[in-house]
């Protein structure tokens, strides 16, 4: 250990005021990195990583060694801890992409940090392969759900999954078979950078490989078979995309409504009767910043969004079980509000109009005649806009085709001041 009494620099004198330093460091360890991170890691007081990383970099750590705790979370705040000391963190590759550092960032002020990165995974995926990155989706599951790749699964693309573990590559051609794109070219990357270097490949629906690292990358070349579950990339999915009762904003009015909505990055929308949670699932998939909240008051309804959510790429949605307005209490202010159910029960559109940020969106679609007049009321008192949507489609009559209207929905638009 070093004591404090060692002749060290300062974390001020080492990094002009920053006394934290994130360091990206690869498989290849200490012999990688350049002079600066390596000034770094031998300067710093504490040194915190992962077991492997702190192994990478033995050879150069002077100071204290502390493998992050769990949950990692302590080792947060053991770091946050140490403040004004010279303190260094070891990530792997890029700490700033999906990484320690990107997290340290939400704590401790840029003017505090000097972040030093390596090269990501999926740069040296990249340079494997000969793909271009800018062209290429990068999808983190590392410690997350594999379902997160279900929105890059567009025929054509080429895709980087980062998994979690040995088992993930399986798991994904797995997916990948499930979803229709069975067809797809798996190459799998193993510890890329380092000694124990290994690149195999395999098509998902013939995946057989054997004996993956746990430190691995999964590169997809996506085929779609006939039938494939592609979630386009324009708002209203096709209905049989989701699973429901009845339930369901139409594909049509999903579409109009998810205009109306009109998400803008960072936001939050509060989904309130949320039947099969299609309005917040879309919203969602309209960009990877956009978060939702979906309240629904039946448990078997509840269960379908979960499953929905999981299945269309998003599995961050957050559920909550309850009946508005009680449910609604201690949610986190919403950007935009959908209410596609329920808005005629007491109290529910004054609560989502209260709760809502100032500028904020709230649009509810009425079917039946009760709230249609509630929100021909609400538009009288509080301005906005109404629109009524009316949606037919052709089917057969009598050994014809005919005209067969769906009920048509009033729906209100307002901006709160």
């Known amino acids: 250990m070093v004591m404090a009494s060692d002749s060290r620099p300062t974390a001020a004198n080492k990094t002009g005021g920053r006394w934290l330093s994130v360091v990206g ?3 290849d360890g200490a012999p990688g990195l350049g002079a600066r991170a390596r000034a770094l890691v031998s300067g710093a007081d504490l040194v915190f990583g992962g077991a492997r990383h702190l192994a990478l970099a033995a050879e150069l750590i002077g100071g204290e ?7 990692f979370s302590e080792g947060i705040a053991a770091v946050l801890a140490a403040r ?9 590759g890029d700490p ?25 995974a999926f740069s040296l995926a990249a340079a494997r392969l000969g793909w271009p990155l800018a062209e290429t989706a990068q999808v983190s599951a590392h410690g997350r759900a594999l379902d997160l790749v279900r929105p890059q699964l567009q025929p054509g ?7 979690s573990d040995g088992a993930g590559p399986a798991a994904l051609a797995a997916l990948l078979v499930e979803s229709g794109f069975g067809g797809s070219r798996l190459v799998v990357l193993e510890a890329l950078g380092g000694p124990g270097e290994r690149v195999r490949e395999a098509t998902a629906a013939g995946f057989a490989l054997e004996d993956i690292g746990p430190l691995n990358l999964v590169a997809i070349e996506v085929a779609a ?29 999903r579409a109009l409504t998810l205009s109306s909505l009109a998400p803008r990055a960072g936001e939050l929308l509060w989904d309130i009767g949320a039947g099969a949670g299609s309005i917040a699932i879309e919203w ?3 960009g990877a910043g956009l978060t939702a909240i979906a309240i629904e008051e039946r448990t078997d309804r509840a269960e379908r969004i979960v499953r929905n959510a999981a299945r269309c790429g998003v599995p961050g949605l957050r559920l909550v079980v309850g009946k508005a307005p009680a449910a609604l209490d201690g949610l986190p202010a919403p950007d935009a509000v959908f209410i596609g159910g329920g808005a005629s029960d007491p ?13 904020g969106r709230l649009v509810v679609n009425a079917v039946t005649l009760e709230t249609e007049a509630l929100l021909l009321a609400a538009h009288r008192d509080r301005g906005g806009a109404l629109t009524r949507l009316a949606v037919a489609r052709a089917a057969p009559v009598a050994g014809m085709t005919g005209w067969r209207p769906a009920m048509p929905v009033t729906q209100w638009r307002w901006r709160k001041p």
């Open 284 to 286: 969602m998939l309209r």
């Open 25 to 27: 460091i690869g498989e």
């Open 225 to 253: 078979d006939a039938g494939a579950r592609v979630l386009t990339l324009a708002s209203g999915l096709a209905d049989d995309l989701f699973e429901h009762d009845g339930q369901l904003s139409k594909r049509e009015i």
């Open 347 to 359: 109290g529910v559109l004054d609560a989502a109009i209260s709760a809502l940020k100032p500028s």
């Open 84 to 92: 004004g000391r010279p303190v260094c963190v070891l990530a792997s």
């Open 157 to 163: 693309a080429r895709v980087l999954a980062l998994t």
């Open 65 to 71: 060694a502390r493998a992050w705790p769990s949950p």
């Open 96 to 120: 700033m992409l999906y990484g320690v550092g990107a997290t340290l960032s939400r704590h401790i002020d840029a003017a505090e940090m000097e972040v030093v990165p390596g090269a990501s």
